[in-house]
């Protein structure tokens, strides 16, 4: 099956605590991205990827990193997460460019303390 | 710079009535796409349409159709005989090649 999967679903933690998001793809798509979603504001993008070792920054790239070592996976990092950092995170997927259908994965939605 | 405006924040409306979702967004590029998404209340994100700058053509599929006006820079998503299952919210984007900036969505309540 075609998806998009990301872990965690659901994590709390605590501030300056250094954590992973993981986001995979099993369709061989090139162009890869990390959105947040926030009330009243949206889908904004963080980072994205055109292919493997190819990554710029979208609108909110402050306090994320990201790696686009094979072309499926493509990790958020949040070296120190602040508070400011709790959101609903998606990643997303398309076959090229980001001006073809996106493939979101589920949402990650994360807490910071 | 780009920008894409969802003005409407809330919608309800009674079922069977037919909605207007407006978008209207802002580039200086001639080529680019325009997309709506939909998020239903489980939260995943749903691709609904994809239309290029060059394509002016009204869309239909079903009870949902597409109004794509560059002249005003529109790219409009009526529903017609709304049913309950078209509650969600509703995302308008705005892509070139490599970013893409979505609006901040309407959500759309249908009424039984």
């Known amino acids: 099956e075609a998806q998009v999967t990301q872990n965690p679903r659901y994590l709390i933690t605590v501030t300056g605590k250094k954590l992973t998001v993981t986001c995979s793809q099993n369709?061989?798509?090139?162009?890869m991205s990390w959105y947040r979603q926030d009330p009243g504001l949206g889908l904004r993008q963080i980072y994205y990827?055109?292919?493997?070792?190819?990554?710029d920054k979208g609108d909110v790239p402050e306090g994320y990193k990201v790696s686009r070592k094979e072309k499926r996976n493509f990790p958020l990092i949040l070296e120190s997460p602040s508070p400011n950092q709790t959101s609903l995170y998606f990643c997303?997927?398309?076959?090229?460019?980001?001006?073809?259908?996106?493939?979101f994965g589920p949402g990650t939605r994360l807490t910071v303390t | 710079a780009q920008k894409v405006t969802q003005a409407q924040t809330e919608i309800s409306v009674v079922e069977k009535e037919d909605v207007t979702l407006d978008c209207v967004y802002e580039?200086?590029?001639?080529?680019?796409?325009l997309f709506w998404y939909k998020q239903p209340p489980s939260g995943e994100l749903v691709f609904l349409i994809r239309?290029?700058?060059?394509?002016?053509q009204n869309e239909i599929s079903g009870r949902y159709s597409w109004n794509f006006q560059k002249s005003t820079s529109s790219f409009n998503f009526t529903i017609t005989a709304s049913q309950v299952v078209d509650s969600a919210v509703y995302f308008c984007?705005?892509?070139?090649?490599?970013?893409?900036?979505f609006g901040k969505g309407t959500r759309l309540h249908i009424l039984p």
């Open positions: 369709m061989n798509h090139e162009y």
């Open positions: 984007a705005l892509s070139r090649d490599d970013k893409i900036i």
């Open positions: 580039t200086r590029d001639t080529t680019y796409y």
């Open positions: 239309r290029n700058s060059f394509d002016e």
């Open positions: 997303a997927s398309s076959l090229r460019v980001s001006s073809y259908e996106q493939y």
């Open positions: 990827s055109m292919n493997v070792e190819v990554t």
